[in-house]
C-alpha cells in the first residue's frame, strides 16, 4: 500500500502546488531541457512512492535508502541534461541544478558516515528538490522570454540520434 504525503499539511501542499504549476509551464513552454527536467522532476515522486510501498515508510534519523535512489536517479537525469543543454543561459540553469542533485546525494552519504542530526537530514535531502523545482521554473520563464523575442535556438537533441531527428520541431507545434 501506498503511503500518500499528508497534502492537508500546508507546507506538503504548498509544495505540491508549485511543483504542479512549474511542470505544466515546463511541458508546455519550455524548451528541451527544461522538459526534460520536468519529466524528471515528475520521474522522482513516482520512483519514491513505488519505493516507499515495496521497503516500507522511512524511520526518521534513519538513512533514507528511497530517497536516496530518487536522487541519484535525478542526479543522473540532470548531469544529462546539463551535459548536452547548450543555448543562451541554458547552461546556468541546468549545471546549478546538476549542483543541487549532488548536494542531495552527498546529504546521504554524509548522514550514513557520520551522526548528523535527523532534521538537518531532512532539510538536505529536500530543500534541494525545491530549488532543482525553481531553476527549472527560471529555465522555462527564460525560454518563454527568449521565444517571445524571436530568438531561434539550434535543437537541443544533437541529428546524430536517430529517434529525435524530427521530436523538437513537433513539440515545438504545440
Known amino acids: 500500500m501506498i503511503d500518500w504525503p499528508d497534502f492537508t ?9 508549485a511543483f504542479a504549476l512549474v511542470f505544466g509551464l515546463a511541458i508546455r513552454f519550455g524548451g528541451w531541457p527544461e522538459r526534460c527536467g520536468a519529466l524528471t ?24 535508502w528511497p530517497t536516496l535512489v530518487v536522487d541519484v536517479m535525478a542526479l543522473a537525469g540532470f548531469s544529462a541534461i546539463a551535459w548536452y543543454a547548450y543555448g ?6 541546468t549545471t546549478a541544478a546538476w549542483g543541487m ?12 558516515n557520520t551522526d548528523m542530526l535527523g532534521m538537518s537530514y531532512a532539510t538536505f535531502k529536500t530543500a534541494f ?13 527564460a525560454q518563454i522570454i527568449r ?4 530568438i531561434v535556438e539550434p535543437d537541443w537533441i544533437p541529428r546524430e540520434y536517430g529517434l529525435f531527428r524530427k521530436l523538437p520541431e513537433k513539440l515545438d507545434d504545440l
Do not use: N
Not at 9 to 17: D, G, I
Not at 88 to 93: A, L, N, Q, S, V
Not at 101 to 107: A, F, G, T, Y
Open 9 to 17: 499539511h500546508a507546507p506538503v501542499l504548498a509544495f505540491f502546488v
Open 41 to 64: 522532476l515528475l520521474a522522482m515522486p513516482v520512483v519514491q512512492l513505488t519505493l516507499y510501498s515495496v521497503l516500507g515508510t522511512e524511520v526518521y534519523g534513519a538513512l533514507d
Open 88 to 93: 543562451p543561459h541554458r547552461e546556468y540553469w
Open 101 to 112: 542533485c549532488i548536494i542531495s546525494v552527498l546529504s546521504h552519504f554524509v548522514r550514513f
Open 129 to 141: 528538490t525545491g530549488a532543482v523545482i525553481l531553476l527549472v521554473l527560471a529555465g522555462t520563464v
Open 147 to 150: 521565444k517571445r523575442m524571436g
